[in-house]
């Protein structure tokens, strides 16, 4: 068995979860048997790269939209116009699109906006946005 990297508390905190999901992902892509003889490594490792950016794309977006949606009990630094600190309202979505190491990521986030200094803000981002 390869030797394991230690990776941030974080992941080792889900790792007993990803390996058995790593282990059920085996079963459905090749049976209990694995991958029958004669397939290359390399195209195990093309489809494990193909799987890795399926899996980063979806965890992605469902993180950034779900921090999007908790809006309302962002902490008190984001509620705030970063210039003034005059309470910025946020009344609408819009999309957002960030080219990232791990792909492209797009969400619907709330735009906050400030009426004293006259500047739309993401509130996950203290400075002007789009």
């Not at 992941?11 to 992902?25: C, D, H, I, Q």
């Not at 459905?28 to 980063?56: F, M, N």
């Not at 006259?118 to 509130?123: C, E, G, S, Y």
Request: proline residues 12%; hydrophobic residues 30%; charged residues 25%.
């Amino acid at each position: 068995m390869a030797k394991t990297q230690k990776r941030t508390p974080l992941v080792e905190e889900v790792r007993p979860y990803v390996e058995g999901v790593a282990k059920n992902l085996v079963d459905k892509l090749y049976g209990p048997e694995g991958p029958p003889w004669g397939t290359k490594l390399s195209e195990i490792e093309h489809l494990l790269l193909d799987l890795r950016a399926v899996l980063t794309e979806k965890v992605l977006a469902e993180a950034l939209a779900r921090q999007a949606a908790s809006h309302p009990q962002r902490p008190p630094a984001y509620r705030c116009c970063p210039g003034c600190q005059e309470p910025l309202t946020c009344a609408d979505s819009e999309p957002r699109i960030v080219h990232t190491d791990a792909g492209e990521a797009q969400w619907q986030e709330p735009q906050a906006y400030c009426r004293k200094c006259r500047q739309a803000f993401f509130p996950s981002v203290s400075e002007p946005g789009p």
